[in-house]
């Protein structure tokens, strides 16, 4: 395996090969940063829905409540929580 990479490392190619790779990095490139943005929104997504959680069980306890719906209690306050968009 040494002797190939050693192959490899001591060739030259054409400046056709490396505007292709160049564009083909670059396309890897737009990529990344398109999953980075999107694992920003689900994480800050994610980071909106553990507060409005943490809010839930801070409220029924206030009204010392032993159980609740998660999916209905306090569903007019949801309604005020800042969730991320789309740009």
Known sequence: MPE???LIMNSSFPI???ENNLVNFKK???NKKKEL???ARDV???ESEATFAEHQII???HLKKDKFD???FMQNFRS???YPTED
Request: glycine letters at 0%.
């Open 59 to 61: 409220h029924a306890k």
């Open 80 to 82: 005020t929580f800042i």
């Open 16 to 18: 056709a090969w490396h």
């Open 37 to 39: 943005k999107n694992l």
């Open 70 to 72: 998660s999916d209905r």
């Open 44 to 46: 800050a997504r994610m």
């Open 28 to 30: 890897s490139l737009e």
């Open 4 to 6: 190939v990479w050693t």
